[in-house]
């Protein structure tokens, strides 16, 4: 008896100490499922919608717009998205890439920078703008050409004749800063600025 209890001490003195309690198990956490994407914000081509691109001179027409919320107020932040078509009449980023992606500045505007225009025709650029799960899209439509002409009494439409663009420094090299003023609606005494500096915009698509 006195070995049976000498013999159990002893096993018990070789088992771990376990805790007098076991914490319950909490269940994971569940994820939080994504919000549905809504079709909230408005994009509002600015300069470039009916554009001409002169192609042996190598003018761009200024391509802006302006994002805005259901409350038609300025959206900063956005991510813009400038898409070019694949083939055809059309253009190009850097390195020949179809799209570029830029954020809007604290007037919701962006602009696409350092492209250039390729084969004479007409050719439709697709803006796609988000911000968070909200998004928002348009297109505008550009005609390439090989030169502006004079026909005697007026000039072709041009680039320079859109009554929102009243500067435009297109980039053509990098390091280049690119600055589009812009009149406003009401008349042309007040003005804006859009500014894509080298490194802000990213080319390829969207991110």
Known sequence: MKSLSLFLA??????????????????PTPLAEPLPAVESLKVIPLSGNHGMNDLERR????????VL???SRPVEGAQVVFRFPLK??????????????????A??????VGWMARETGSFQVHIAVSRGNELGE?????????RFVADGKEKHRTWWSNKWAKVAVI???A???VAIVLLTRGGGSSTSTVTASPGSPTIGGPQ
């Open 88 to 105: 055809g009449p059309g253009a190009e980023f850097p390195n020949r890439q179809p799209a570029q992606t830029v954020r809007s500045n």
């Open 10 to 27: 002893v096993l018990m003195a070789l088992l771990p100490n376990l805790p007098a309690q076991q914490p319950p198990i909490q269940p």
């Open 69 to 71: 919320d259901q409350n």
């Open 175 to 177: 390091g280049v800063t």
């Open 107 to 112: 007037d919701g505007q962006a602009a696409a």
């Open 138 to 146: 348009a297109t505008i439509s550009m005609t390439n050409v090989t």
């Open 171 to 173: 980039a053509g090299a």
């Open 59 to 66: 003018v761009m027409a200024p391509l802006v717009v302006q």
